[in-house]
C-alpha cells in the first residue's frame, strides 16, 4: 500500500468497523490515466445499491475521476489500482438512511493489464462460499478471511473456492479462467463468481476478437484439473497465472498472448 484517502466525514469508529457494513470496488491508473473508469463506477453504483445504501448525490463519475485525478495521479502515481471502499455511517436512523463515507488505498503495480507473478493455488474444502446477490459483490466475507490464513500457513497464493453445491465459484481475490483448446471456461454469477469490470473487458475483447471461444457455465472441482491454462483475475489485486494446482503444473504462455493483444487495445 502505498497511501491512502479518506472523505471529510470519516468516522473511526463506523459500521465497517463494527459490522462489515461497506461495499469496495476498484478503479486502475495505467500510464497517468483511468482506464476503465465508466465500467468500474457503474460497478460502485450497483454495489451500493445492491447493500441499499443512500448514494450521494455528489457521487457523480466526474466526482471520481477528479478525485482520483488529484488525489492519485496528481501525486506522481503513474500505475497502480484504487481499492475503494464505501461504508455507513454510525447513525440513529435506519441504516438504509445513514451518510455514507469512502475510503481508499493506492497499490502501484507496473501494468494492471500485464500477468503478474505466478500463482500456486489449491483447493478448499472446508468451508465455501454462498451463490446469492451479494456474493456477486465485493462485501465482507469470513470464509475469504479464513480461506486466506488457510493458503498462508500452507504456502498457498490462492485457493479455489466452492459453492454449496460443491462446484467452482471462485479465488479469494478475484474470478478463475480455465483454458482448455480453444475454449475459455469461466464460473457463472449464478456460482458465486464476482462481478469484475477487469474480467469483463478482457473476455469481451476475447470474444470480439475471436481470440478463443467464452463459456459461461457450471464447473466440478476436478475440470481444474483438465485445464491446459488458469489464469486469476482480481479487480483488487492484479491478473495473474496459476502455475500449479496439486502435482499439476499449467502453461501461461496463450493466455499471455491474449492479453497482450488486449492491452494494446488501451494505447
Not at 488457510?150 to 466452492?162: F, M, P, R, S
Not at 489485486?237 to 488486449?262: Q, T
Request: proline share 3%; net charge negative.
Amino acid at each position: 500500500m502505498e497511501n491512502y484517502f479518506s472523505s471529510e466525514n470519516f468516522q473511526e469508529i463506523n459500521r465497517a468497523f463494527l459490522h462489515g457494513d461497506a461495499v469496495k470496488t476498484s478503479f486502475f491508473v495505467r500510464n497517468s490515466r483511468l482506464i476503465l473508469a465508466e465500467e468500474c463506477y457503474f460497478f460502485l453504483m450497483s454495489s451500493m445499491r445492491k447493500m441499499r445504501m443512500k448514494i450521494p448525490m455528489t457521487y457523480t463519475l466526474e466526482f471520481f475521476q477528479n478525485l482520483f485525478h488529484t488525489e492519485v495521479i496528481g501525486k506522481g502515481v503513474s500505475n497502480g489500482i484504487i481499492n475503494f471502499m464505501t461504508y455507513r455511517n454510525l447513525t440513529e436512523t435506519l441504516p438504509s438512511k445513514a451518510e455514507v463515507a469512502f475510503y481508499f488505498t493506492v497499490d502501484k503495480v507496473a501494468d494492471v493489464l500485464s500477468l503478474q507473478r505466478e500463482f500456486e493455488m489449491d483447493m478448499i474444502k472446508e468451508i465455501n462460499v454462498n451463490n446469492n446477490l451479494l456474493s456477486n459483490i465485493r462485501v465482507h466475507c469470513p470464509e475469504n478471511v479464513f480461506a486466506e490464513v488457510y493458503a498462508k500457513e500452507n504456502d498457498l497464493d490462492d485457493v479455489i473456492l466452492q459453492n454449496p453445491n460443491k462446484r467452482i465459484a471462485r479465488s479469494i481475490f478475484g474470478n478463475l479462467l480455465f483454458l482448455a483448446g480453444n475454449t475459455i471456461k469461466i464460473p457463472k454469477l449464478s456460482e458465486g463468481a464476482l462481478i469484475s469490470p477487469l474480467m469483463e473487458s478482457f473476455i469481451t475483447y476475447t470474444h470480439n476478437h475471436n481470440l478463443a471461444l467464452v463459456e459461461v457455465s457450471e464447473m466440478i472441482g476436478f475440470e481444474s484439473q483438465k485445464a491446459e491454462e488458469i489464469l486469476m483475475i482480481s479487480d483488487e489485486k492484479g491478473i495473474f497465472p496459476v502455475m500449479k494446482i496439486r502435482n499439476k503444473s499449467f502453461a501461461k504462455h496463450r493466455f499471455r498472448e491474449m492479453i497482450d493483444k488486449w492491452k494494446s487495445s488501451f494505447e
